[in-house]
């Protein structure tokens, strides 16, 4: 088993993702939506930099595609071994694990469901690492029309939209933490798509979320 380890970590050394004191190896026993799985050791890891559509629920019908990011997802990585790198941050208000997740053969797990159009990049100080990264590969998804991206309807809302570029996130035009952001921080978007290109974020209170009204 020593052995294992010790091959297992030299490989990951010399592929893309590296091999450092901040990344821990891993078996996926199960995956619960587009964004968040459970490791052999019971552990739930919610993955950093993104946020995928909410799957049905007891008390919510769920969203747009949070099917479709599931089934991606277990298609990605159930069952198999993953690299986690901790996230800057290493655990959510929920004590879910914060982290970035990559398979085996380099694959950015994050970027492939943003990649898809089934998950958001979505900007969460202090974890922002891979921001940039996941930011154009939303945008490769939005030119392409993939997933979220291919249904127009989804996206129709507010008149507009305000954003902060301080939290980089944005807001119905009647949310109160909208209307409080100072002008030296706002800016306004004329669709909820243009916001999404800019690498902006919905507001958790408001919900400007593809297909709801």
Known sequence: MKKFWFFLCLFIFWSPIGCDAYKEVHYVRWVIDGD??????GQKVRYAGINAPEIAHEDSPGEPFGREALRFNIKLVKGKKVVLELAEEERDRFGRL??????????????ALVREGLAFSCYMPP??????RLLAAQRQAM??????WSDEALFKGEPYYIGNKRSRR??????GFGRKTSLRN????????????????????????PGKR
């Not at 982290?99 to 994050?110: E, I, N, R």
């Not at 030119?143 to 979220?148: D, F, I, M, N």
């Open 36 to 41: 968040t799985i459970i490791l052999e050791n």
């Open 98 to 111: 914060l982290a970035y997740v990559f398979l085996l053969d380099g694959t950015f797990v994050q970027e």
């Open 127 to 132: 974890n922002v690492k891979y921001f940039e």
């Open 143 to 148: 030119h392409q029309k993939r997933g979220l």
């Open 170 to 175: 944005f807001h119905r035009p009647s949310c």
């Open 186 to 209: 706002k800016v306004i978007f004329h669709s909820m798509k243009e916001a999404f290109y800019e690498g902006f974020c919905p507001c958790r209170k408001c919900q400007p979320w």
